[in-house]
């Protein structure tokens, strides 16, 4: 558990045995602090659902703004998302793995950004349900009853996802679409529209992000003073300016600037 000014905590909590191909990790976040505290979530280019007990959390991104006092669903993750947890906020946040929305929801605006309440995907009320049973529950065993309520409603997954899944590893150096389309016979068109279809993002989309991902886990691995010049070309940028602009496009941020606010920066994958 990390503590910011004694009062304000967040935790990231393992996903079980079982759900790994569901769920990559929980999140949760509690404000005791009296006063707002204001985070950025860079982008994951994953789908989360956020659950909130405690005073509406706001979020903005790309001039939307958006309050969530229930649940809401989020993502594809693509651009930043400014997020403020005012006085009493207590927030949990399940991310979702690779194709476990379309498990979920279908192609339910899968092919967009997502911002609904996730009743609205399926036509019922039962997370409004849910929400109310984690609202009166520990917190220590929410996560529990998330996991127990998912299962009936998760369908298994299609073959295709599970052939792309495999090459998701090597996506900033493996062209996986035309890896899949090789093993699976299947032409390079239908695997990308496969992609397109159960994870909600092209694969050059997600080749770029990976690429950006890389940048940042050898910054946050990196102590004293930053060679940018070899970041780059660890990460298979052309060179400084390429990586300027990913920042720029991920984060609204100059890589200097990152550096300085990275404390205030969350990772929904991983």
Known sequence: MKQENNTYTEQRIAVP???????????????????????????????????SFGPAV????????????????LGPIRQPIEYTLP???????????????????????????????????????CFSALWLRLKNEPAADRVKLILEF????????????????????DYAIVNPIKTVAHKTGQSERIVQLNH??????????????????????????????????????????YDQSQLIRDFNHYLNLSPGRYIRFQKDICKAGG
């Not at 191909?21 to 006063?35: C, K, P, Q, S, W």
């Not at 979020?59 to 006092?69: H, I």
């Not at 998912?150 to 590893?169: F, H, K, M, V």
């Open 196 to 237: 397109k279809k159960y994870f909600g993002f092209t694969a050059k989309e997600r080749g770029r992000y990976e690429r950006f991902s890389k940048a940042i886990r050898l910054l946050q691995a990196t102590s004293g003073k930053v060679d940018w010049l070899e970041i780059a070309e660890t990460c298979g940028y």
């Open 87 to 125: 006085a009493g906020t207590d927030l949990l946040v399940a991310n979702f793995k690779d194709d476990a929305f379309y498990r979920f929801f279908g192609l339910a605006v899968l092919s967009d950004q997502v911002a609904a309440h996730p009743d609205q995907l399926l036509d019922e009320h």
């Open 17 to 51: 045995t079982g759900f790994t191909d569901v769920f990559t990790h929980f999140y949760i976040a509690r404000n005791n602090t009296g006063l707002d505290v204001t985070k950025t979530l860079i982008p994951s280019f994953q789908t989360i659902m956020v659950f």
């Open 58 to 73: 706001k979020f903005k991104s790309c001039g939307n703004s958006l309050e969530v006092r229930e649940c809401v669903v």
């Open 150 to 169: 998912c299962g009936p409603y998760l369908r298994p997954r299609q073959l295709p996802a599970s052939s792309i899944t495999e090459e998701n590893a």
